[in-house]
C-alpha cells in the first residue's frame, strides 16, 4: 500500500506538533501539511495530494463542521477523521452529517490515533467507544418495516456489501469476508452510493441502519 498523505488542522501549535511527530514515526504514513484554522485543510484538499485530514472542531475562522463540509463537497472520497478534545452532541451529529467518517477525542492512545488513520485509509468508519454508542443510540428507531421501494433498488449482494460497511468494514474486509474481490467491492459500493444519492459511506450505513435495510451495529469503535 502506498504511503497515507495525511494533512492536520488544529489550532493548538503543540498538538500539530505532536500528531505530526507520531504519524511522521510510521513508515506508511507522511505528514504533508498542517494549519491552524479550517481553512487551510479546505485549501489543502482542494490542491490535491492530500488522502485524509485529521481535524479539530473547533478552530478560528471556519470551524471543524464547516471544513468538513467543504472537504466534502470538493473531495468526497477524502476520509476526514475528527480528533478532538470535545464531544457533545450537537457537534458529534454536525460533523457527522457534514461528511465526518471518523470521530476519536484527544484522550485516545497514541497508537490508536495511528490505527485510525489506517483504517479510514482503508475506507472504515472509525468511532471512538463512547461517540460510537451515542451515533447508534442518537439515531431514529430502526423500522421493522423497511421501505420495499428502496430493499429493490439494491442486488441482494449490494445489500450484504451495505450490511459490513454499517459493521464498519473498509473495502478490503468487505472482500475478504464475501470472498469476492477488491475491485468488485468498490463497485458495489460506488453503486449503493450512487442508489441512495450519498457521497459518502458512512452516511449511507447510518441511513441503511435508519431505514431498516440492514442490522443495526453494536456500539463498538470500529
Known amino acids: ?64 463542521i464547516e471544513a468538513c463540509r467543504q472537504i466534502k463537497e470538493r473531495a468526497p472520497d477524502v476520509p476526514v477523521l475528527v480528533l478532538t478534545s470535545f464531544g457533545d452532541d450537537d457537534e458529534v451529529f454536525g460533523v457527522l452529517a457534514a461528511g465526518a467518517g471518523g470521530y476519536i477525542l ?47 433498488r439494491f442486488s441482494e449482494r449490494e445489500l450484504e456489501v451495505l450490511q459490513l460497511m454499517a459493521e464498519g468494514m473498509g473495502n478490503k474486509q468487505i472482500a475478504h469476508a464475501l470472498w469476492i474481490s477488491e475491485a468488485t467491492v468498490k463497485t458495489h459500493v460506488s453503486h449503493i452510493l450512487r442508489k441512495m444519492g450519498i457521497a459518502d459511506r458512512t452516511q449511507a450505513a447510518l441511513l441503511a441502519v435508519r431505514s431498516g435495510l440492514v442490522t443495526q451495529p453494536d456500539g463498538d469503535a470500529g
Open 1 to 64: 500500500m502506498d504511503s497515507v498523505r495525511v494533512f492536520i488542522a488544529d489550532d493548538h501549535e503543540l498538538v500539530r506538533y505532536a500528531l505530526r511527530m507520531l504519524l511522521e514515526n510510521e513508515p506508511d504514513i507522511v505528514v504533508v501539511g498542517e494549519s491552524a484554522d479550517g481553512e487551510g485543510a479546505v485549501e489543502a484538499v482542494a490542491q490535491g495530494g492530500v488522502d485524509l485530514v485529521l481535524l479539530d472542531l473547533r478552530m478560528p475562522g471556519i470551524g471543524g
Open 106 to 152: 484527544k484522550d485516545t492512545r497514541p497508537e490508536l490515533v495511528v490505527q485510525a488513520v489506517r483504517a479510514m485509509a482503508e475506507g472504515q468508519a472509525v468511532f471512538d467507544s463512547k461517540i460510537a454508542a451515542r451515533v447508534i443510540a442518537g439515531q431514529p428507531e430502526r423500522d421493522p418495516d423497511p421501505d420495499e421501494e428502496l430493499r429493490s
